[in-house]
Each structure stands twice: as C-alpha cells, then as structure tokens.
C-alpha cells in the first residue's frame, strides 16, 4: 500500500525516509547520527520581573564523522514542501556550527551544499539513494583542510568525557577542535577570544588533553595570574589528569621533584621575580614545554615588558595559546601582535542569544554634582581643617581627590532602595575607583542596613587588595551555598578572574574608560545559576559607564590601533589596575599604585608620579536628577521603552490591523499558539498585567494596549455567556461541565481550558473521569465541538 507522503508530519518524513536513507549510505545510527540537536539554550528575556527562555536552536540532524568532529547538517521538512525548502535554514546552523556539509530533505531526495568548493556545483540534487558515505564526506573534508593521515588522527583523539556526561557545548567545540588542527598544522602563536562565563578554562583542559593523549605535547604548561584561577582547575576540569599533574611553587623549589610530570599549572607570580633565585622558570631547560596556555592573557602578556612576556620568551620554541575575554589592543599593548588574530571569537552577545549568558538590566542614576560638577566657595575648609583649592570638581574628581559625604551616602542609598524592593540577599559588588572609596562606601551601605549587619557584621565587606579580612571572604562571596558576604565594595581587585555566579547587582560608581576593564566588570553577572534563581542581573551605573555598550568596540572585533616605528621606543603596559593582590606561597602581590590602608585625613593619593591631594568635605545638597531603567532586548540592544510600548510595538509588527489580529484568532483551533506566539516575540501578558494594573485575559490585553480598545475582564466575559443562556441546548451534566470549565476561565484564563487535563482539576473531577465527562456529550469529539463553541462565544463581546 503506497504511503500518501503528503500526508506525514516532518517527523514521520524523518523516520520513513531520510533517517532510513543515511543508514544505508553507511552511517552508524548510535554513534554517528544525532537527531533533534538542539545547540543553545534559547535566549533568556527580561521584562520586569518576568524571565522566561526563548526558543532553542535545533537542528534536525548533525552527523559526525568522529564523536568530536561535525562535518554534515541536515534541515527536514514536510513533502509539502520543497526537497531544497530547508537549505537555507541549514546553511546558518552551518555557518554557526563551523560545520562544512549541508543537505535539506522532504522525503524525495536531498539538495547538498558543499561550502568547500570541491563540488562540481555549489548546490546539488540528490536521489534518497545517493546520499554520501561517511568516508566521502570525511575525505572531503581532510582534502579541503590540508590534512595528512597523521595529522587526522590527532584531530580524531576523542574528548574527555566527565562521569555525569558533559561534553563541550557547540562554541567550544569548534575552539577546540580549530585550536587543535592549529597546531598539529604548526602553528605556534595561537589567540581564542571566548566571553567571561563561557568556559574557558574547560575549553582549555580539552585542548590540552587531546593534545597531550595524541602525544603531540608531552609537557604542559598552564598559566594564570591568581591562585584562585589555577587552584580551582586543579579541583574541577583539570583533575583527570591525576598524578601527571602538579602546581609550580617558589618556596623551597626544587627541579628533581618536578621533571617527572607532565601537567604543570602555576601562576606567574611563582615563576618569576626580581632575583635571579626567583625565576624559577629558568630552573627549566628552554625546550623544557612544548605547550603554554596562559589564561586571562589580555592581563599581562600583552606587553612587551610585562612578566608574563619574559617567560613565554624564554620557552619561545612551545607553542603558545593565549585565552581571554577581551584581547587587549591599545596604542601600547597589542594581544593580536604576539599571538596573532583569533582563531575564534565567541562573544558576549552571542553567548547571551543563545542564551548561555546572563542578560541584563541597566539602571542609570545621573546625581546633579556629577552632571552641574563642584566648586568650594572661596576659603571653604574640608572636614580636617584643609582649605580646598578653588576650583571646579568634577564626576572624575569624586572618589580620588574629593569626598563628598552626602553623595556617598546617596550612593549607599539607592543601593539599599534596589536591593529592598528585590531580594536583600541578592550578591552585589560595588566597583569604585579607589581602595579609600570602597572603604568610605562600605561604611555608608553598613549604616543603610543596620538591621541585617547586626544580625551578621559580613552582610557588608569591602574586599580590595590590602585588605586581608576582605580576601578571606572571597571564597565566601563566591560561593552560592554561603549566604554572607552579601554586599562587597572594591575598586579592582574583583574586575578579573571571580567566578561570582550569583552576583545579581554590580553596582558602577567608578570612572571607567579601558573597554577591557569594562567588559571584565560586566562579566562578572553574565554567568547562569538557575539552581538559585540567577537568570539576568542588573547594573547599576552612577557614572555613566554603561554608554560604553554602544561603543561599536563592546561586541565587535577589537581595533588594533598600536602604531610604532621600528626607531621609536616601546612604551611600559597600560596600567590597569592591581593584579590582583592575592596572598601567594611568596607574600602579598604590590597593590598597583592603589591607595592601602586607613585613610590619613589630609592625607595625599599616590596612584602615578605625582601625589594628589585629597580633601573630604560634608554639608552638601546631592541629588539625583534622574533615573532611567534599560533592559536588553531580543536584538541586542539596551532600550528605555516600557513593557507596554515594547508589547505593542511587537503586537502591531505581527498584526497590522484589528481585523488582522481578530481574524487570527478566530481561526485559530487553540488560541494558546496565538498567545505564545506573541510571547516568543517579546509579549510578556503577566508582566503588562503589573504595568497596566488590570488582570486582563490575553486576548482583552491585546485589543487594550495594541489597539485602544475598551478591555473586558475574564468575569465580565463569562457573565455575558451565562446570561444570554447558551449552554440550554445541553443536558443537565453537560451544562453543568461546562459552566465548571467556564469559571476555571474566569480564574485562570484560556490556556487552562484548552488542555484535556482540565477534566481532572477537583471542580470538574467531581463530575466523574474524563471519559464520563465527554460521555456526557456524545464522545470526544463532541466534548470538544462544546468547548470550541464556547471560546468562540466568549469571544463574542
């Protein structure tokens, strides 16, 4: 009996037809065909206080020629459509999937999209018993990369698989598997650029293990520039490495314990120093590594003169990975000129589409002494005493050489207002712009929540480079099982390098004009933790930082404008900051030209050559001017328009008309597909039901704020139904389910009726099982032609 093809869902073309036809052209079912991949998460939207997931992206077949390597896409579709309707569709899963083989199927042959070029023609029409084998596809592949056999079998060593079955997510694999086929090519300088919360250091530990089981590398080095960012691998991604592991440490170092492992991780910190006996990389023969991977490269590998520089010179011959979230490129420091471009950028928009990041929320305070700036009237004395120069102060002055009380305070307050009106509990860290202001910060937050410092004086810390009872708290802070610190004041001693997954505030009261400083902030909330609700964060920004994110830089490639002659001298790194201060097997790291220690009133700021005197002054009106909440929408873009507008917008862009929008309705069988379909494009009915005050059904919401017209309520519709009679025609049993069904509308709205299950919630179970219930009106399909007529009905007013 022939099949009317016609007739077969999508999924029933799969499973007669395409599925069955790359069997027989050779692939292997378990280990080479996967079905329904879906490789993001689906975007996270904000509206209010409504988050919910967007839709994921799926492909419907990947094959793989090895459990590593994806080398074919294919898009199914319904023989309703055309054999080449999904090739379009398949061609951008491809290009984001790095994959290079494309094929779209309706059950009647493929179209296959060769992207390397070795077709006869770019596009080609296949029979369903022409579909290439494994081995074809594998060769064309290896043709089109320059690959020998050897070589192909590093590229083929398999992942590590953890217990649990984590494998890498689609952005790291191809980092991973572009890094490898780098450097069994020989290549040496090699730059990945991954966004913060994206798995770097996970990444790296697959390079490094297919690397080192293909024994291509032999001895590895891992480098980073805090403990905490070497020790915590050592625990996690970098553990099966087991005893071919061990952490370099400068006291009492000695060579003979170390050459008979392979994995080395260390900070640079241990490796190097002023004296001769410090350096203890020098202790290694030159060719000693064959691999370095230096994580957070961006912070000190960058420049010529730098410590981490003097190392990756002295191993010159190992090939050398630089990974960070934000490659340097300034007019003194370039990542690119000592590694090269990236060999692959996965960014924070990107990571926020597919909905592996956090989004965010911006909320920017303009205080009036910021915006109109400061000036002391003449002989005016600071609070020790301290005649203050005249002059006019400005934004860039506050917190570095003038202390205003009363902005700090406001500072603290608006904090405290935030935190009130969501979760105080909810981690936050204050980025200022000295050590002395998150000092100064710390005291007014601790005196804005009296109440819960003194249920436990760590509600509020500041945590900075000299401070050691802050540091201790680190581990605290970042841990999501431990409850305090919950408020943490800092000027840069947390840009970098803190894995704070529950952060949910970061607070911006710092000057900050360096786009990496900026971007490492800001990845400080962009990490995911549904386990504790942490779905998006909010920045809070006083000093105008956030107009950094329409900065064409912010996404985007970074620009190299570094420009010498050969004759010209080569500048020192741009300071950025401490790095980092942590206690290490040597004592404490310099602070980086940071204030430390107890503020001296009077006293001066030494932060460059010159000292810079302070002044603290009290007694001054601040206010804020204005106050205006962003949200980051579908398209990447921080936008000020309510929910409602953005609602209405989106409602008008899918229906033109009222007549449209009716017509759709109407037509639709389950008016739940028209409701998520607004939804998937930005409508978020629970949260307008906040902004416009009125529990409105769905489809009352769209005629009120689309179309202006007058709203029924839920109950104002059933009333009508119920007094106009409509359900006489009904027996008794019948009429009385369907007045039951009718008030769990009123309730609860359409969506709760349109599903069977509604039979079973306790107000219409007591009617009897579902099958007695529609028995009431004839059967199934009967009970169901009452229920469609009665949502038609409701919706007749």
Not at 440 to 450: G, T
Request: glycine share 6%.
């Amino acid at each position: 009996m022939d099949i009317d093809k016609k007739s077969l869902t999508e999924q029933d073309i799969c499973s007669k037809y395409i599925t069955p036809a790359i069997i027989k052209s050779g692939w292997d079912l378990l280990h080479q065909i996967r079905e329904q991949v879906s490789f993001t998460d689906g975007q996270i939207i904000v509206r209010g206080k409504t988050v919910r997931r967007g839709v994921q992206k799926r492909a419907d077949y990947i094959l793989y020629y090895k459990n590593n390597l994806p080398i074919a896409v294919i898009e199914a579709k319904d023989n309703n459509h055309g054999v080449g309707a999904g090739i379009q569709q398949a061609q951008k899963y491809a290009d984001t999937l790095d994959i290079p083989f494309v094929f779209s199927s309706n059950g009647d042959g493929f179209i296959f999209y060769d992207k390397t070029g070795q077709s006869l023609q770019l596009e080609t029409e296949l029979t369903m018993d022409d579909f290439p084998s494994p081995e074809f596809l594998f060769q064309k592949y290896q043709t089109w990369k320059g690959l020998t056999p050897e070589q192909t079998e590093v590229i083929n060593e398999p992942y590590f698989y953890t217990p649990n079955g984590k494998s890498p997510r689609y952005y790291q694999e191809i980092a991973i598997n572009r890094t490898v086929e780098a450097v069994v090519k020989g290549e040496n300088r090699i730059l990945l650029t991954m966004a913060t919360g994206t798995g770097k250091t996970y990444t790296a530990f697959q390079i490094m293990w297919r690397l080192w089981k293909s024994r291509v590398k032999k001895r590895i080095l891992f480098l980073a520039d805090r403990n905490i960012l070497v020790d915590d691998p050592m625990r996690r991604d970098f553990s099966p490495f087991k005893d071919k592991m061990i952490k370099l440490k400068r006291s009492n170092f000695d060579i003979s314990k170390y050459t008979a492992y392979e994995i080395f991780i260390g900070i640079y910190q241990s490796a190097t120093g002023t004296e001769v006996e410090q350096q203890i990389y020098k202790q290694f023969s030159p060719d000693f590594f064959d691999l370095i991977v230096v994580d957070e490269c961006h912070r000190g590998s960058a420049s010529d003169d730098s410590a981490w520089k003097e190392i990756l010179s002295y191993f010159k011959s190992a090939t050398q990975i630089g990974m960070t979230a934000t490659p340097k490129e300034t007019e003194k420091v370039s990542n690119s000129e000592y590694f090269g471009n990236p060999i692959y950028t996965y960014s924070l928009k990107q990571g926020i589409e597919d909905g592996f990041l956090a989004p965010y929320k911006v909320i920017r305070v303009t205080i009036d002494k910021d915006v109109e700036g400061y000036r002391p009237e003449i002989g005016k004395v600071d609070k020790f005493g301290n005649t203050i120069p005249d002059e006019e102060y400005n934004q860039n002055d506050f917190g570095r050489r003038l202390f205003i009380d009363e902005r700090d305070k406001l500072v603290a307050k608006k904090i405290t207002e935030f935190l009130k009106a969501n979760d105080r509990f909810s981690k936050t860290i204050a980025f200022c712009t000295t050590i002395e202001q998150a000092e100064i910060l710390r005291q007014a937050l601790r005196n804005e929540n009296e109440d819960l410092v003194l249920e436990n004086n760590k509600y509020v810390m500041r945590i900075t480079g000299d401070s050691e009872e802050g540091k201790n708290e680190l581990d605290s802070f970042i841990d999501p099982e431990k409850k305090y610190p919950v408020i943490v004041t800092t000027s840069k001693l947390l840009t970098t390098g803190v894995d704070a997954k529950t952060c949910k505030l970061i607070v911006l009261d710092s000057i900050i004009k360096s786009m990496t400083e900026f971007k490492q902030i800001i990845g400080r909330g962009t990490r995911i933790d549904a386990e504790f609700n942490k779905y998006f964060f909010t920045i809070m920004d006083f000093r105008q930082a956030t107009k950094l994110f329409a900065d064409k830089d912010f996404d985007g490639e970074p620009v190299k404008i570094k420009e010498i002659n050969i004759d010209d001298p080569i500048d020192g790194p741009e300071t950025d900051g401490p790095t980092g201060g942590e206690t290490i097997e040597d004592g404490p790291l310099p602070p980086g030209g940071e204030v430390i220690g107890d503020p001296i009133p009077g006293g001066v700021i030494i932060d460059g050559p010159t000292p810079i005197k302070k002044y603290y002054v009290n007694g001054i009106n601040v206010n804020v001017i204005n106050e205006t909440v962003q949200f980051y929408d579908e398209h990447g873009n921080l936008t000020t328009e309510s929910v409602k507008e953005y609602s209405k917008k989106s409602i008008i862009n899918q229906y033109r008309t009222l007549d449209e929008f009716l017509n759709a309705w109407t037509k639709a069988e389950q008016k739940t597909a028209i409701i998520e379909e607004l939804e998937s494009k930005g409508v978020l009915f629970e949260e307008l039901k906040r902004e416009v005050g009125k529990d409105l059904d769905p489809f009352d919401m769209v005629l009120h704020i689309a179309y202006q017209k007058p709203a029924l309520t839920r109950k104002e519709r059933v009333s009508e139904v119920k007094n106009h009679n409509y359900f006489e025609k009904y027996g008794e049993q019948a009429k009385q389910v369907l007045e039951a069904i009718l008030d769990k509308y009123a309730d609860q709205g359409i969506k709760a009726i349109e599903d069977i299950e509604v039979l079973k919630v306790p107000t219409i179970e007591k009617y009897g099982t579902p099958i007695e219930i529609t028995n009431f009106f004839g059967g199934m399909e009967e009970y169901l032609n009452a229920v469609k007529e009665m949502k038609e009905i409701i919706y007749e007013y």
